[in-house]
Nanobody, 125 residues
């Protein structure tokens, strides 16, 4: 059965780094745009980054530009989110999701139709 699983979260100090992975099983990610989203307790879920199927379209939320990098390795059926210079406000449950539109990507969650269960990222000293 098709599954989308996030991994790589954990507890890090401010200024530290984490690399999140989003791996698909039961289907191929090649022709899907992938988005990363996060949600902190009591706050709305927000788009963090996205990457199109052909990698020609990439976008980031203003709050993470210059610090986060999204990439994909289709041979491993995986999309990554490299997070550097982490701040306490980056804390949250991070989700990846698929967008059946393979062209220009967006961080608007209304475009996404399949979601993983999330991986927790906590940035604290």
């Amino acid at each position: 059965q098709a599954q989308l699983v996030e991994s790589g979260g954990g507890l890090v100090q401010p200024g530290g780094s984490l690399r999140l992975s989003c791996t698909a099983s039961g289907f191929t990610l090649d022709y899907y745009a992938i988005g990363w989203f996060r949600q902190a307790p009591g706050k709305e879920r927000e788009g963090v980054s996205c990457i199109s199927g052909n990698e020609r379209s990439i976008d980031y939320a203003d709050s993470v530009k210059g610090r986060f990098t999204i990439s994909r390795d289709n041979a491993k059926n995986t999309v990554y989110l490299q997070m550097n210079s982490l701040k306490p406000e980056d804390t949250g449950l991070y989700y990846c999701a698929t967008d059946p539109r393979s062209g220009t990507c967006t961080t608007w969650e209304g475009r996404y139709d399949h979601w993983g269960r999330g991986t927790q990222v906590t940035v604290s000293s």
